[in-house]
């Protein structure tokens, strides 16, 4: 007789600020339905179009099941099953053989990312136990770290910001560089909320008409990489014309003279205009709104930041409310992330003391050249792969591939899924689902601290990452006490800062999802007082010009672009930008059946100009390409770029691509201005006809 089901309050483990609660429906241990929680404050009960069908993932035919050795080439994806005692066995040998050899155990590198957003199945173990071997050190870049850097110089620590459940009563919300449609969905409801109840304007500024430009009031669309000076631009109308908020300045900022002197001498209209693209009187009518339409809020995201000058364009358009007095206002101000007003105590969660002094650190970002033995240090002589796929989102991919192929190079990847990087493992470690296993988790888009609970058993042989991480510490003779269960795990970090003060395991598990210690109408900066080393708003950062950088907010062109590089746009004269398609996150999603359906066959968004001068047209295939490599798609006209702009939406998994290749064939492993961030979007590439390709050919 079948049991009565039991609801279960789980987490989406994805790396998006939405973080949100989901109800797990269980029926004899097998979870039968998934619904948003129509009680979580930010869920408000929908979930977006990939999460809606987890169960599908769950249950998938295709998740890896049992560990697994390769008996085929590297990059063939052939393994024959193997128990988890030789898989262990295997790794704590080959893990112990290099750490005793010459090159040491600096030549052992994690790699990993935000797969799962949990604290400890994310950072927790994995950090210590790598730590604790004496590993070299992998800094975390691929996404956020310049935009964080450049923010906090001007705000401070934290990268506090506006209450995103305030955001309903603005009147003037502006999403730049971010796609807020598809990548933060439940904050659109909330824009859409506030043009309902207040009226407010929606803008997108961003170079490509994406979903959220399409919807919004208003799309500004500047030449990419461009924002920065745009922003700029703002400060000298906002100056000129007496939009200042002066009592704000004198109270809340430095620096605000030397930035005022800067922009009225350097950056007027026609100037921005020149370098942006963005005509005169939209520069000048956006600064009045800005300004006059209060509360005001700028939705920063990492679109960007993701070009060599990102760090500082965030910086950038981060001094605009302090100049415009919006931080007075609920709502108001600028939004990057929530994720530092948590904290969290992660220093005890991955014993940073553990790893020895002068161990190096390699940047993700530059994967390739670590593999090539191109960085200070040993050459890397054993790779461990998790919560990402670095064969399909790593940039430049050919270096990265050709790394990954090397013999000599022992690989483990622990997955769910048989990725483009598992082809190339030596050793395969089947991976939990989030309802799997336990996890606590905050935000960077809302103030709740979650619960995960383990709601079904593992599926086959699977296993969490802590669970691994300890299996191999034991292996390797390391502290038990180092590695502890997951409930005092989560102790040790809710044992953090005054916003999670007495919040209690106990009360997480009974209640799912509890607010931080933050007042109900909350405006971090009302009152002009900033965690900054000067306790104000800095304009201009003595910090900075320490770290050798503009102490002022300035405008840093792209490295590949046509203004600053006419010599490279005369082989390759298009900007290509390759953000998330609405059907995957990152490449999460992208080999599941359903999700590439719905994406449909990579796309190139082209204008017609550069179209016609090809000798293309809609649905035609097309060869993108530079010296790094190349990867194909069809041509799609949608008017959502302007001439010298191409749209690559993705990221597709290589092994389902035209080609075997994605847009990373074509990126660069160039870092931004500070941070060490990617710079995705710094991409001039020229595209043909693909050879041998009709417009009717279907998807491989």
């Known amino acids: 007789m079948a ?57 998938s035919d295709d ?145 490509y008409r994406s979903p959220t430009a399409a919807r919004s009031d208003w799309h500004i669309q ?121 904290g969290f105590d992660d220093a005890r969660l991955t014993r940073p003391d553990l790893s020895p002094a002068g161990t190096r650190t390699v940047n993700m970002n530059q994967l390739g050249e670590a593999l090539a033995g191109e960085l200070p240090g040993p050459p890397v002589r054993a790779l461990y792969v998790y919560n990402s796929n670095p064969a399909a989102v790593a940039p430049n991919q050919a270096r990265v591939l050709r790394g990954l192929e090397r013999e000599d190079l022992f690989t483990v990847v622990h997955e769910l899924f048989a990725t483009d990087t598992v082809d190339y493992a030596d050793v395969v470690l089947p991976a939990t689902s989030q309802l799997e296993h336990v996890d606590l988790h905050g935000s960077y888009g809302h103030h709740e601290v979650m619960h995960n609970p383990r709601s079904i058993e593992p599926r086959g042989e699977c296993r969490s990452n802590n669970d691994v991480f300890r299996a191999l510490a034991a292996r390797l003779g390391f502290e038990p006490d180092l590695f502890p269960d997951d409930e005092t795990l989560m102790r040790e970090a809710l044992d953090g800062g005054p916003a999670l003060r007495g919040l209690t395991l106990e009360r997480l598990k009974a209640e799912g999802s509890v607010r931080l210690n933050l007042p109900d109408a909350y405006a971090p900066f009302a009152d002009g007082v900033f ?61 599941s059946p359903h999700h590439r359906a719905g994406a449909g066959e990579p796309t190139l968004e082209m204008a017609v100009e550069d179209a016609e001068a090809r000798g293309v047209a809609e649905g035609d295939w097309v060869e993108v390409f530079n010296s790094r490599g190349a990867f194909r798609a069809r041509v799609a006209l949608t008017g959502g770029v302007r001439p010298g702009v191409a749209v690559a939406p993705g990221i597709y998994w290589n092994k389902h691509s035209p080609g075997r290749s994605n847009a990373n064939a074509t990126t660069s492993s160039a870092l931004s201005d500070m941070g060490g961030g990617a710079t995705f979007f710094d991409n001039l590439v020229q595209i043909r006809p693909a050879a041998g390709e009709g417009r009717e050919r279907s998807h491989p």
């Open 531 to 591: 965690p900054t080393p000067s306790g104000k708003c800095e304009l201009y950062s003595e910090r900075m010009a320490r770290d050798g950088l503009d102490p002022l907010p300035s405008y840093i062109p792209p490295l590949e672009d046509p203004h600053s590089r006419p010599d490279l746009a005369g082989r390759f004269p298009i900007q290509l930008l390759s953000p998330p398609r609405a059907q995957f996150l990152n490449s999460t999603f992208a080999g």
């Open 222 to 342: 500047p030449r990419p990489g461009t924002d920065a000076a745009l922003a700029l631009g703002l400060m000298h109308v906002l100056w000129r014309d007496g939009l200042a908020d002066e009592d704000y300045l004198a109270r809340g900022t430095v620096g605000a003279d030397r930035l005022r002197d800067r922009v009225l001498h350097d950056y007027p209209p026609d100037r921005t205009a020149a370098i942006t693209g963005v005509d005169v009187g939209t520069i000048e009518t956006f600064a009045h709104r800005l300004a006059k339409e209060q509360p005001s809020l700028i939705r920063l995201n990492y679109g960007m930041q993701r070009h060599h000058g990102g760090g500082m364009a965030v910086r950038t358009i981060a001094c605009l409310p302090a100049v415009i007095g919006s931080w007075r206002h609920p709502g108001g101000g600028a939004m990057l992330s929530t994720s530092g007003a948590y």
């Open 3 to 59: 049991s009565d089901p039991i609801v279960r309050k789980n987490v989406c483990p994805l790396d998006c600020p939405d973080t949100c609660s989901m109800l797990v429906t269980v029926r004899d241990g097998v979870a039968v339905a998934l619904k948003g929680d129509p009680h979580h404050p930010f869920t408000r009960g929908f979930l977006c179009q990939k999460m809606a069908r987890y169960l599908d993932r769950v249950y």
């Open 63 to 207: 998740r890896l099941m049992h560990p697994m050795r390769r008996v085929g080439r590297k990059g063939e994806g052939r393994f024959e099953r193997i128990s988890w005692d030789e898989a262990l066995s295997t790794i704590a040998e080959r893990f112990r053989s290099v750490a005793e050899s010459t090159d040491g155990p600096q030549a052992i590198l994690p790699y990993s990312y935000y797969g799962t957003m949990g604290k400890l199945q994310a950072s927790s173990l994995d950090r210590r136990f790598f730590h604790r071997l004496g590993a070299s050190k992998l800094d975390r870049t691929i996404c956020a770290s310049a935009g964080t850097i450049g923010y906090e110089y001007t705000l401070g620590r934290g990268r506090l910001g506006a209450d995103p459940l305030a955001v309903s009563g603005c009147k003037f919300v502006v999403n730049w560089g971010s796609n807020t449609v598809n990548t933060n969905s439940h904050l659109w409801s909330l824009m859409i909320e506030a043009r309902k109840k207040n009226g407010a304007t929606i803008v997108t500024v961003d170079p």
